[in-house]
């Protein structure tokens, strides 16, 4: 089965730049996470989705972030506008479970943002 | 809070010999811990995880992990590593909340040596 993809897998923008990023999560996946990695610290939960429902947006660090699953498909997670502190790894999960007794999360590559 | 610790931000060792990556964990209740693994250029791949039952797990690649309660440490190891085993790991936990919302460690880079 093909796995997560995620896309671009670098994105460089300006400060006060739009920057949208996608998650194609694998087939059939009804839970799909972000999570962020900032300037090789850990690796922080931003948002979970249920189909297309947000199950929990609590780690998303304020309203410059947008993310949407229109359809129950695929992800998009638009920053607007992009500040310096925003630049890192964002990487997009998907499980078929809720529970990680039987499903553990499969993780795309990331995309590595860097704001200038 | 839950927290997750690892401590060593590389460790280094050689190929043959057998490696530890440390972790430990502050969280009240019991967690579901993991072990990711991040290849270059490459997105993070499961390991192994503790649910409950035998404390020690063992998961992909030849590695292990022993779940320890009184010392809340969950430290993965390896018998005798590969070169090829060099990569950054991850140390990760959730709640049996239902969902796998994860609070990972900081991340530690190990470095086989030929």
């Known amino acids: 089965e093909a796995g997560v993809t995620q896309f671009p897998s670098h994105s460089v923008i300006e400060k006060g730049q739009t920057v949208t990023l996608r998650c194609d999560p694998i087939?059939?996946?009804?839970?799909l996470y972000w999570y962020r990695r900032v300037m090789g610290k850990e690796i922080k939960f931003l948002l979970h989705?249920?189909?297309?429902?947000?199950?929990?947006e609590s780690g998303m660090p304020n309203n410059r972030f947008l993310a949407e699953r229109t359809g129950g498909t695929y992800s998009t997670l638009k920053v607007q506008p992009a500040e310096l502190e925003d630049s890192g790894v964002y990487f997009c999960?998907?499980?078929?479970?809720?529970?990680?007794?039987?499903?553990?999360?499969?993780f795309g590559n990331g995309t590595r943002l860097t704001v200038t | 809070a839950q927290s997750v610790a690892q401590p060593e931000d590389q460790v280094n060792v050689a190929e043959g010999n057998p490696l530890t990556v440390k972790c430990t964990y502050s969280?009240?209740?019991?967690?579901?811990l993991f072990w990711y693994v991040q290849y270059p250029n490459r997105g993070l791949q499961f390991l192994l995880k503790?649910?409950?039952?035998?404390?020690l797990v063992k998961g992909s690649y030849g590695f292990e992990a022993e779940f320890n309660k009184s010392q809340t440490s969950f430290h993965l190891k390896k018998p005798s590593a590969l070169v090829s085993d060099s990569a950054l790991y991850f140390c990760?936990?959730?709640?049996?909340?239902?969902?796998?919302?994860?609070?990972f460690g900081t991340g530690t880079r190990l470095l086989v040596s030929p």
């Open positions: 990760a936990l959730h709640m049996n909340t239902g969902f796998q919302k994860l609070v």
């Open positions: 087939s059939g996946h009804d839970n």
């Open positions: 503790y649910i409950t039952g035998d404390n």
């Open positions: 969280v009240s209740g019991n967690p579901y």
């Open positions: 999960a998907s499980s078929q479970d809720a529970g990680a007794r039987n499903s553990p999360l499969h």
């Open positions: 989705f249920v189909k297309e429902s947000k199950q929990d």
